[in-house]
């Protein structure tokens, strides 16, 4: 799958974006300069900004098939190719690719790294040019409106004035919204799948859990482990250990794993992980921290509680979306319990009130949260019916024959 640099003119573009561990990354990075700088919503103006972000697919000569793919809290630009770290295939390579609701042979796809993150954009782990040393604890809090007003200056760079779709899950839905209400008149269509409006009382609880296993770890040295040359890995684990319990659903945990024991025959009476999900829990947090920062966990985490469209129009949700034109299309999982149904119904709802043109579809799946990113046929049944229909009311080739 070629990457597409066509767009890409402007001299604020760098060579190639590193991670926070100083690691050279493919792709391409974008910088917002200190002539303009980003303007965050905590009333702080930041420069530079750096965004890295990859592309897949050809913009066609009138740019009217842009989509821009929004990732999720532990998710980067890697969306469609091998990870660069880890070496595990891209994060949705089962929505993008040859044949899929998003093609490359139609879709110019991308994909950028949140602001706050930590594979190539600015982030707490990236160097204060003030101080020379990584930002910490020192970089503003920022916002999913901040993440997405520094993507809309990407898409400035990129030359694209309206984008044919704005698509994502969990944090990239929270993402979406924002979109579709700060730039309604540049989404032809969003596609916000296991969000909310709004992250509710029980998310914040989960999140806080997770950011005081980090702040606890002694590791994290007030958030300035960089200058001490050690990473808060024990609390980041834990902290990914306890978010992704979250991701699943009980009938996918029991499943995958029942009560089974790992490696053993019986119970050893001590704190080993006796049992499978033990073992796989561990897993799942020691992985996590060899491409993860901890201190962007903190800030991308405060991002998400933050989140509340209806709190920023005057307490009705309706008014996010007023004269809005997008096209939506919101996915919803049955046995989703993080961001449950009624999430999106509420959302729904505030688009029904405004005469928003929008499609809802609950998909029977016992795969829990993270059913955006595994293989659900329905899902991907009812997303390419959708951006099939949009994109012949866009003048764009559909992938069906002539």
């Excluded at 040859?98 to 602001?115: M, Q």
């Excluded at 009560?259 to 829990?281: C, H, K, M, P």
Aim: proline share 5%; hydrophobic share 40%; glycine share 10%.
């Amino acid at each position: 799958m070629a990457n597409a640099t066509n767009a890409e003119t402007s001299p604020d573009t760098l060579a190639g974006p590193v991670s926070a561990e100083g690691r050279a990354l493919p792709g391409h990075s974008f910088v917002i300069g200190p002539d303009a700088p980003l303007k965050l919503e905590c009333g702080v103006d930041l420069a530079p900004v750096t965004i890295a972000y990859q592309t897949y697919g050809t913009l066609n000569a009138d740019r009217s098939n842009a989509v821009l793919v929004c990732h999720a809290l532990t998710g980067d630009q890697f969306c469609a190719e091998p990870h660069p770290v880890t070496g595990k295939e891209g994060w949705w390579t089962s929505m993008i690719g040859p044949g899929k609701p998003l093609d490359p042979a139609r879709h110019f796809i991308i994909c950028s790294n949140v602001l706050g993150g930590c594979m190539g954009s600015t982030g707490p782990a990236s160097i204060d040019p003030s101080t020379g040393k990584a930002y910490g604890l020192t970089l503003p809090v920022i916002t999913v409106g901040d993440m997405v007003r520094a993507q809309a200056r990407l898409i400035d760079h990129l030359g694209i004035d309206t984008l044919f779709c704005v698509i994502g899950g969990s944090m990239g839905a929270m993402q979406v919204l924002e979109w579709a209400s700060s730039y309604s008149e540049r989404v032809f269509c969003a596609i916000p799948i296991a969000g909310a409006a709004r992250h509710s009382a029980q998310n914040i609880a989960f999140h806080e859990v997770g950011r005081q296993a980090i702040i606890a770890d002694p590791d994290w040295r007030g958030g300035d482990y960089a200058s001490h040359q050690v990473k808060p890995v024990r609390g980041l684990a834990v902290a990914r250990m306890a978010a992704h319990i979250t991701y699943l659903s009980e009938p996918a945990l029991h499943r995958k794993f029942g009560r089974n024991l790992q490696d053993r025959q019986a119970i050893t009476y001590g704190f080993d992980a006796d049992f499978q999900v033990e073992s796989y829990l561990r897993y799942q947090g020691s992985s996590f921290v060899d491409r993860f920062d901890a201190n962007s966990y903190l800030y991308l985490t405060r991002a998400m509680d933050y989140f509340d469209l209806a709190y920023e129009h005057g307490g009705v949700l309706g008014n996010a979306f007023k004269n809005t034109k997008t096209r939506f299309c919101i996915v919803s999982f049955t046995s989703d319990w993080l961001f449950p149904t009624a999430e999106s119904r509420a959302v729904v709802h505030a688009l029904n009130a405004v005469a928003a043109n929008v499609s809802f579809c609950e998909i029977e799946s016992d795969k829990g949260h993270d059913a955006f990113l595994l293989d659900e046929p329905e899902m991907f049944a009812v997303l390419g019916g959708f951006l099939k229909g949009c994109a012949e009311h866009r003048g764009l080739a559909t992938g069906e024959p002539a």
